[in-house]
């Protein structure tokens, strides 16, 4: 009998519905794949739930706070549960869009020049300070471009930080890097093809764009020559291992119009839905959804046989 599987959706954050299309993919994948598959909602029942279901491995498909930023996977560890995606650590330091941005900075990987603000103090920054506009301003520790706007004017930065400060505790702001924007998963260690994101009716990458049924197309792989799609995969691969990710992850990049690559920021659990980029990624390289899921849930249950013997 194959291994039982509970696939944890949903959660508070503004990503509910986002994890909810991901979970059920996964969940139609575990049926196919004839595993013992449940799901749960990330609520106050969560643990007693996993408890009475006791599985042998638990798929991930959070997102957002609560779900990819160390939280769920601390949960985990403290029931000795093996997990889908990456540990509580690599987690909480790729969802801090600042420290990430640090590291990368201080290993030399390039990515926009940025500063942080914070509101816990009830004041708002009336300026940019050093930074000059255009900016991209974006919550510090959301993903799935939650709350991202391109900010051209004082007035329209003011109007930002009204509106970023009723929900969240801090937001980074980075200079627009007017361009083409790509994205590269990383899969088990191995850059996936790149993929260029060309959004339709939008101005960039939104939200609506990422998840909306028409909303952005996908060239997979990318048009562009072999020593750029080279360097899109290394700055991945580079990023993954540097912030500890493992089993799979994807970063995003913006292409100057210079022809600069930049690091926006990498996502440590990525959408797995019917328009999300990292299936399309794998299944370019000749990896079905079905596939991709079968590897995590095993990958995990690998791990769970290490901490038993632990």
């Known amino acids: ?88 650590r690599s987690c909480a330091l790729s969802m801090d869009k600042h420290l990430t941005k640090k590291l990368l900075s201080a290993e030399g990987l390039p990515t926009p020049a940025w500063d942080t603000f914070d509101f816990e103090g009830g004041m708002l920054p009336l300026l940019p300070g050093s930074l000059n506009l255009p900016l991209v301003v974006k919550p510090r520790n959301e993903g799935s471009s939650a709350g991202v706007r391109i900010v051209r004017t004082h007035e329209e930065w003011s109007r930002a930080m009204v509106e970023l400060s009723e929900r969240r505790a801090g937001v980074i702001a980075e200079e627009f890097v007017e361009g083409r924007e790509f994205s590269c998963g990383v899969l088990f260690e191995q850059a996936l093809p790149v993929v260029e994101i060309l959004p339709q009716g939008h101005q960039f990458y939104t939200f609506e764009a990422k998840y909306a049924t028409g909303g952005s197309r996908h060239e997979v792989p990318a048009h562009v020559d072999e020593d750029f799609a080279h360097r899109f995969q290394m700055l991945a691969l580079s990023t993954h291992r540097l ?68």
């Not at 749960?40 to 007693?48: A, H, L, Y």
């Not at 997102?63 to 990819?68: I, R, S």
């Open 1 to 88: 009998m194959k291994a039982s599987v509970v696939v944890v959706m949903g959660g508070p954050s503004s990503e509910r519905e986002v994890s909810i299309a991901t979970g059920n993919g996964v969940m139609r994948a575990l049926e196919r794949l004839e595993y013992d598959a449940r799901s749960i909602d990330f609520d106050e029942r969560f643990v007693d739930a996993l408890r009475e279901l006791r599985p042998d491995v638990v798929f991930n498909a959070l997102h957002g706070p609560g779900g990819e930023d160390g939280t769920v996977q601390g949960i985990l560890e403290w029931l000795r549960l093996p997990y889908t995606g990456s540990d509580v």
């Open 243 to 310: 912030l500890g990710l493992r089993d799979y992850s994807r970063t995003d990049v913006m292409l100057s119009r210079e022809g600069r690559p930049y690091i926006l920021e990498t996502n440590a659990l990525p959408g797995l839905t019917p328009t999300s980029l990292l299936p399309e990624e794998c299944a370019a390289l000749g990896i079905p959804y079905d596939t991709l899921i079968d590897r995590l849930v095993r990958a995990a249950l690998d791990r769970g046989r290490t901490l038993v013997e632990t």
